[in-house]
C-alpha cells in the first residue's frame, strides 16, 4: 500500500491541532530541521516516524511495533510522548466525526443499543449495514462453555446474563448485558471460545452480528476500538463487584443489586421471570427468592408474584441496595460521558 505522508502528516497537523509543522516535529521526537528536509526531499521520514504517524491516524494495530522500535535511552518518555500525540489526534477525530453527523442525528431512544448509539455516524453507518434483528425468549441459551463464538449481540430491549457454571451444574449470575453494551467481548480480546453460559434473563430483542466481522472493526482501530475497550473495562468492574458482593453482602441486597442493574436496561419498572431463573441468577434456592420478594414487598419497594416483579417505590429499593450497584453504575455513566 502507498501512503502520501505529506497528506498523512498534514491530518495528524489539523486533528491534533498542531499551529505549526515544527510543533508537531517536536511531537514526533524530530527536529525542526529534519521536518525541514523531508518537506523540501532533501530526506525521508524514516520508518519510526510514518508508523507514529499511523498508529495516531489509527490504522490496524501498530501500537506495539512503535514501542518496540524506540531506543532504550529514554524509552518511557518516549513512549508517554507518543501516547499524549495519538490521544491529541484521537480527540481531534471524535470532534470531526460528531461535526461530520447530520444535523437530525439525534440520541436515539434508550431502547436503542448503546454502544452502537455513541459511535460516530459514518461508523454507525457502516456497522448497520451488517447487523441482523433477533427475538430472544425468556430462558433461551445463548452461549453454553466451551462453545465456539460466531456471532456477538448487541442487546436492546432484551437482557442476558452471564453466569458461571460449577461441575455440579449449579450456577451464579457474574454481569447481565443489556442495551449498555455487548455480549462477546470474548472476540476482542482473541479468544474464540466463551467460558461462561448465556441466558436470556428478560425476552426482547436484540442485534446479532458475525464475529468475524466483529474483529475485523476492532481491528481498524480508531474510535471503534476505544469505545469497545472501554465497554470491555466496565463489564469487568461489573464482574468483579458481583465477585465482592457476592462474598460480602446479604442475598437480599444481592437480590436488589440484580433487580436495579435490570431495571436500568429496561423502560419499564416491571420484570417478568421465573423463581427458578432468579435462583439461579443468584445462586439461591428457589424458596430464598420468594423470601425476600415478600420482605421488599413488605417495605412496599415492591410488588411480587411469581416471579412477575413490580417496582413500586423505586428510591425505597435503593436505600436497601449495597454499594456495589453504585460502583457498576457510575463505571458505565463514565464509560459513556468518555465516548
Given at each position: 500500500?502507498?501512503?502520501?505522508?505529506h497528506?498523512?502528516?498534514?491530518?495528524?497537523?489539523?486533528?491534533?491541532e498542531?499551529?505549526?509543522?515544527?510543533?508537531?516535529?517536536e511531537?514526533?521526537?524530530?527536529?525542526?530541521?529534519?521536518?525541514?528536509?523531508?518537506?523540501?526531499g532533501?530526506?525521508?521520514?524514516?520508518?519510526?516516524?510514518?508508523?507514529?504517524i499511523?498508529?495516531?491516524?489509527?490504522?490496524?494495530?501498530?501500537r506495539?511495533?512503535?514501542?518496540?522500535?524506540?531506543?532504550?535511552?529514554?524509552?518511557?518518555?518516549?513512549?508517554?510522548?507518543h501516547?499524549?500525540?495519538?490521544?491529541?489526534?484521537?480527540?481531534?477525530?471524535?470532534?470531526?466525526?460528531?461535526?461530520a453527523?447530520?444535523?437530525?442525528?439525534?440520541?436515539?431512544?434508550r431502547?436503542?443499543n448503546q454502544?452502537?448509539?455513541?459511535?460516530?455516524?459514518v461508523?454507525?453507518?457502516?456497522?448497520?449495514?451488517?447487523?441482523t434483528?433477533?427475538?430472544?425468549?425468556?430462558?433461551?441459551?445463548?452461549?453454553e462453555?466451551?462453545?465456539?463464538?460466531?456471532?456477538?449481540?448487541?442487546?436492546?430491549?432484551?437482557?442476558?446474563?452471564?453466569?458461571?457454571?460449577?461441575?455440579?451444574?449449579?450456577s451464579?449470575?457474574?454481569?447481565?448485558?443489556?442495551?449498555d453494551?455487548?455480549?462477546?467481548?470474548?472476540?476482542?480480546?482473541?479468544?474464540?471460545?466463551?467460558?461462561?453460559?448465556?441466558?436470556?434473563?428478560?425476552?426482547?430483542?436484540?442485534?446479532?452480528?458475525?464475529?468475524?466481522?466483529?474483529?475485523?472493526?476492532?481491528?481498524?482501530g480508531g474510535?471503534?476500538?476505544?469505545?469497545f475497550?472501554?465497554?470491555?473495562?466496565?463489564?469487568?468492574?461489573?464482574?468483579?463487584?458481583?465477585a465482592?458482593?457476592?462474598?460480602?453482602?446479604?442475598?437480599a441486597?444481592?437480590?436488589?443489586?440484580?433487580?436495579?442493574?435490570?431495571?436500568?436496561?429496561?423502560?419499564s419498572?416491571?420484570?417478568?421471570?421465573?423463581?427458578?431463573?432468579?435462583?439461579?441468577?443468584?445462586?439461591?434456592?428457589?424458596?430464598?427468592?420468594?423470601?425476600?420478594?415478600?420482605?421488599?414487598?413488605?417495605?412496599?419497594?415492591?410488588r411480587?408474584?411469581r416471579?412477575?416483579?413490580?417496582?413500586?417505590?423505586?428510591?425505597?429499593?435503593?436505600?436497601?441496595?449495597?454499594?456495589?450497584?453504585g460502583?457498576?453504575?457510575?463505571?458505565?455513566?463514565?464509560?459513556?460521558s468518555a465516548?
Amino acid at each position: 500500500m502507498t501512503f502520501d505522508w505529506h497528506a498523512l502528516y498534514d491530518d495528524v497537523k489539523r486533528l491534533g491541532e498542531f499551529g505549526s509543522d515544527a510543533q508537531l516535529a517536536e511531537s514526533l521526537g524530530l527536529t525542526r530541521a529534519q521536518i525541514s528536509a523531508w518537506r523540501t526531499g532533501k530526506s525521508d521520514l524514516g520508518t519510526l516516524t510514518k508508523l507514529k504517524i499511523l498508529d495516531a491516524l489509527g490504522h490496524d494495530q501498530l501500537r506495539s511495533a512503535v514501542l518496540s522500535l524506540l531506543p532504550e535511552q529514554n524509552r518511557d518518555e518516549l513512549a508517554k510522548q507518543h501516547l499524549v500525540l495519538t490521544e491529541r489526534v484521537s480527540r481531534g477525530m471524535q470532534a470531526r466525526d460528531r461535526a461530520a453527523a447530520p444535523s437530525s442525528d439525534v440520541p436515539p431512544p434508550r431502547e436503542a443499543n448503546q454502544l452502537l448509539a455513541h459511535l460516530p455516524h459514518v461508523e454507525r453507518e457502516r456497522i448497520m449495514q451488517h447487523l441482523t434483528p433477533v427475538s430472544l425468549p425468556l430462558g433461551k441459551v445463548v452461549y453454553e462453555p466451551g462453545e465456539r463464538l460466531t456471532q456477538v449481540y448487541l442487546p436492546t430491549t432484551a437482557i442476558i446474563s452471564m453466569l458461571h457454571v460449577m461441575e455440579n451444574g449449579e450456577s451464579a449470575e457474574i454481569a447481565v448485558v443489556g442495551n449498555d453494551g455487548l455480549l462477546g467481548v470474548a472476540v476482542f480480546m482473541g479468544s474464540d471460545t466463551v467460558s461462561n453460559r448465556a441466558v436470556v434473563q428478560n425476552a426482547g430483542d436484540a442485534y446479532c452480528l458475525s464475529a468475524q466481522f466483529a474483529k475485523e472493526e476492532f481491528a481498524r482501530g480508531g474510535y471503534i476500538r476505544r469505545l469497545f475497550l472501554r465497554y470491555a473495562q466496565a463489564l469487568i468492574t461489573q464482574m468483579a463487584q458481583t465477585a465482592v458482593c457476592n462474598r460480602h453482602h446479604s442475598i437480599a441486597q444481592q437480590f436488589c443489586r440484580w433487580l436495579l442493574l435490570s431495571l436500568d436496561r429496561l423502560d419499564s419498572s416491571e420484570l417478568q421471570m421465573t423463581q427458578e431463573l432468579i435462583a439461579n441468577m443468584l445462586g439461591v434456592r428457589r424458596g430464598n427468592v420468594t423470601e425476600i420478594a415478600k420482605q421488599l414487598e413488605a417495605t412496599g419497594a415492591i410488588r411480587y408474584n411469581r416471579g412477575h416483579i413490580e417496582v413500586i417505590d423505586r428510591a425505597a429499593l435503593e436505600q436497601q441496595v449495597c454499594e456495589c450497584y453504585g460502583v457498576v453504575t457510575r463505571e458505565c455513566e463514565r464509560l459513556y460521558s468518555a465516548a
